[in-house]
């Protein structure tokens, strides 16, 4: 199977770092403008959410959960106590979405997951760690204690490729072969060639694999709606896996 999935870093536009990254970032960030309309982000997650109904594509939301903002460099930037969290809450309860943790490092993923249980009030089985930070060493043993069942951490967010897995603790591992980033700096002509040669060894493989678009970078590049929409048109192609 190709899982599509979306991690959720933005949901709050007035959040300090969100106003530090129209200068430390701007290439890659949001027109500062934009940034004025509170509900920038959640429209923009409700568009996204539209377009995979369009495509019959049943995504997965990874959402983070945390009581306090941590303004740390690979912090999460909104908490639970955000009016706007409801409001994605009940936007991907009304689509009936799949969701899962994103999940920080300096907080223990048990109390995430149960903070992120009370709110969706859902059995959440997925993974994903946010920047693909995590503790190496007790990552799949903090995960076997909890419900999360698939962990789709494994993966670069600068390379296309299938990363080799490896089923630990009856946690099972979806390698994510494509982040969206990679279109901030490579041809997607190049991209997709890659991208094809890694979904061919996928299905020699039978490995399933996830791709993750970031809802934010589609007000971002112009051009990202188009990506996946081509990515999306791909992966119809493996009827195996799709
Ligand atoms: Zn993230």
């Keep these: 199977m190709i899982h599509f999935t979306h991690d959720i870093d933005w949901i709050n536009p007035a959040h300090v770092f969100a106003w530090i990254k129209c200068i430390s970032q701007h290439k890659y960030w949001v027109n500062p403008r934009h940034l004025l309309n509170k509900n920038l982000f959640v429209n923009n997650i409700a568009n996204v959410c539209k377009i995979n109904e369009s495509n019959q594509i049943n995504a997965t939301w990874f959402i983070g959960a945390q009581h306090q903002n941590q303004y740390k460099r690979f912090g999460l930037r909104y908490t639970v106590h955000d009016k706007l969290y409801q409001n994605i809450i009940e936007l991907l309860a009304q689509y009936n979405a799949d969701v899962g943790l994103h999940s920080v490092k300096y907080e223990s993923i048990q109390n995430q997951l ?74 997607p002509d190049l991209i997709f060639q890659e991208l094809k040669s890694t979904l061919d060894l996928a299905a020699s493989k039978k490995q399933e694999v996830a791709i993750c678009f970031h809802p934010e970078n589609f007000l971002i590049l112009p051009e990202m709606q188009a990506h996946y929409q081509r990515v999306i048109l ?9």
Excluded: C, M, W
């Design 114 to 187: 149960q903070l992120l249980q009370t709110y969706y009030k859902k059995t959440i089985t997925k993974h994903r760690s946010h920047y693909l930070k995590y503790n190496h060493k007790t990552l799949s043993e903090d995960l076997a204690q909890t419900t999360i069942k698939t962990d789709f951490t494994l993966g670069s967010a600068r390379q296309i490729t299938l990363a080799p897995s490896n089923n630990n603790l009856g946690i099972r591992q979806t390698p994510t072969v494509l982040f969206d980033n990679v279109f901030f700096f490579k041809n």
């Design 234 to 242: 791909l992966a119809k192609e493996y009827p195996t896996l799709f």
